[in-house]
């Protein structure tokens, strides 16, 4: 089929069996259809190549088909793809036993889902059965799933307002307010549970010893932490989980986006003896999922975590997010449309002085040759998550990208003005 006419009849079909207005939104930021994806690259229906740099949102650390990920499910393809669920699977061992040597000391157990949000759903549940208690304490502008204990701790009211009455007991407070949240949990709290780099809120990091104080107040207290690191984990921030910067601990860890290499959709709850016991120990069927832990997802995982490994993907994160970070501030010193660039490892956000500019330079990324968008919770901030394989050459590029769109944006605002 003809490029144009694969491109129309997909966005007709979006438009009349998936969602119209999604597809009037995707095609204003000119977005095309996704064809083949390979490393740092993804390849749309003309054969146009775009240097990835939103990974979709986290999912794709390793770059786009890791071929030893590729090669790990092809051959599980032939084995076994799914679990009956009735026997032992000993690819769901080895990803719990390999997740237990890499998360905080103490969080040895997993709970294997298929997304980010299920993690968060069952984290909520544990929490709750282990304290007896039903107040959860969450940051304002927090994304924890669209699901509707997710979206219960979610802190955005345009995406709750229509579905309340959410799970109650949940309050808000500032993200990055160590007194506010110190101040929030008492006696009552079942847990705090938080972002260790806020991302859909527009990729705010927390000052030092946040997560610190968070722990020392839970512990007081007798509530658990929960740390949601399905975006920070494996390597994003530039260390294998965004607690590691503050050698914090967790009692539950929730995980998902790049665990599955790109290739295969999981999630996992990661959490401690304690709230094990709590949860198991009387009923192990308390929380099930006929998919989660199937053992494609799982040798994903295994895969996944012996690349980001012997790849050494968490150093590299750190010091190609440095260097990317230092090429995106020089932007934020030439435009006055850009009010700040901040983040940690390859997440990193560029916030725009007003609202629409975001969107508008979106396009103009994208018109060059390159992928990203803006954060979920906060329109302001165009969100750069690259494959953590990316290059310092190809760093440079999404820089000169970025320069080069967000001066076009300038111009069009000036003609319009
Ligand atoms: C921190 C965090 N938690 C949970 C989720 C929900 O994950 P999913 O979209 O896989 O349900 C996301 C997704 O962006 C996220 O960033």
Redesign the pocket.
Known sequence: MQPDKLHAEVVRKYSEHINPYLAKLMNFAGFGVEVKGEGCYLYDQDGKRYLDCLGG??VFSLGHRHPRVIEAVKKQLDELPLSGKTFFSKNQADLAERLSMVTPSGVDYSFFSN??????EAAIKFVKATTGRAKIVSTEGS????TIG?LSCTGRSKYRKRFEPLMPGVVFVPYADTQAAVDAIDSSTACMIV?AVQ??GGIHVPPDGYLTAIRARCDAVGALLVI?E??TGLGRTGEMFGCDHEGVAPDVM?L??CLGGGVMPI?ATCFTKQVCDSMFAENPLLHTSTFGGNPLACAAGLAALDVIETEGLVERSASTGAHLKAGLTGLKDKYDLVSDVRGRGLMIGIEFAMDEVGELTIAQIVKRGMIAAYT?NNPRVIRIEPPLIITKEQADTAVAIMNEAIGETQEILAALA
């Not at 997304?115 to 968060?120: F, L, N, R, T, Y």
């Open positions: 949102y986290g997304s980010g949000a299920e993690a968060c994304y924890h799933g669209k997710g972002e991302g859909e949601d399905v975006q929730t998902a986006k999630g979920l």
